[in-house]
């Protein structure tokens, strides 16, 4: 493990005041912790994936409910990378990414996340003739909400996790620990925020929604490139999945 300078600009605007020039730097198998970080939640996330296909299956057969529910596993532990991450080589998920949104990240975040949700409807407008109308509606959505129909505890559990810890797992990794390891790299913001948004769509791998993800991912990296803060783009991104999430509280009542 060795120290380096951390270059100005978009990653310092991100830091606090007093951040130490060996934390921000800080290399660990020659590459910025960050990075690894970012590799550790992307790894698990596929990891899971394999795992619960073939849990689920055999789940599904006895507690539909449950397969629900353990589906989200593997996105909620994407957080898992930037939380070991900064723990063991950063200053703490509070001075590394700045989760929690203050006023400014709720303003800026509520912005965007309406944004998100104006490009999504568009671009599905725009893709309806390309991939018909159940592959970019909720279509699917309702299906799930049909065999789930009675299980309100789990319908509220699975709307909670959309508009709470999706967001913020999916945040923490692709605009906190992937973004802070691009800015590290001088990687410039406007390419930063381009990556990060097209890898947030490959994590989702729904090519007919592609693009649509790749647009939100534009708007949710707005709010952190605004604010230099993870805060603002959780906030946005809980905006975006306000709807989907209101629909299945609908369905638990």
């Given at each position: 493990?060795?120290?380096?300078?951390?270059?100005?600009?978009?990653?310092?605007?991100?830091?606090?005041?007093?951040?130490?020039?060996?934390?921000?730097?800080?290399?660990?198998?020659?590459a910025h912790w960050a990075?690894?970080?970012?590799?550790i939640g992307l790894g698990g996330y596929h990891l899971l994936n394999v795992v619960f296909a073939v849990i689920l299956p055999g789940t599904a057969e006895n507690d539909f409910g449950s397969a629900v529910v353990l589906a989200f596993v593997p996105t909620v532990a994407l957080a898992g990378g930037p939380v070991i991450g900064s723990l063991l080589w950063g200053e703490g998920l509070p001075r590394d990414f700045h989760p929690l949104p203050n006023r400014h990240d709720l303003r800026v975040g509520l912005f965007c996340?309406?944004?998100?949700?104006?490009?999504?409807?568009?671009?599905?407008?725009?893709?309806?003739?390309?991939?018909?109308?159940?592959?970019?509606?909720?279509a699917p959505l309702r299906d799930v909400l049909?065999?789930?129909?009675?299980?309100?505890?789990?319908?509220?559990?699975?709307?909670?996790?959309?508009?709470?810890?999706?967001p913020l797992a999916e945040e923490l990794l692709m605009r906190g620990?992937?973004?802070?390891?691009?800015a590290h790299y001088r990687v410039p913001p406007w390419a930063v925020l381009v990556v990060t948004s097209v890898l947030f769509a490959y994590l989702?791998?729904?090519s007919s929604r592609t693009l649509v993800l790749v647009g939100q991912g534009l708007a949710f990296g707005a709010a952190r490139l605004i604010?230099?803060?993870?805060?603002?783009s959780v906030v946005a991104h809980a905006v975006n999945n306000t709807p989907p999430a209101a629909l299945i509280l609908v369905g638990a009542w």
């Open positions: 493990m060795s120290h380096r300078g951390e270059p100005g600009g978009q990653e310092d605007a991100a830091l606090p005041s007093g951040s130490s020039e060996s934390s921000r730097a800080r290399l660990v198998f020659g990075l690894l970080a970012f590799l996340g309406s944004a998100a949700l104006v490009v999504a409807y568009g671009l599905t407008w725009l893709l309806r003739p390309v991939y018909g109308d159940r592959e970019l509606s909720d049909s065999g789930l129909h009675g299980s309100t505890v789990v319908l509220i559990t699975v709307a909670v996790i959309m508009v709470l810890a999706a620990a992937l973004w802070r390891a691009l989702h791998t729904d604010t230099g803060r993870v805060g603002a």
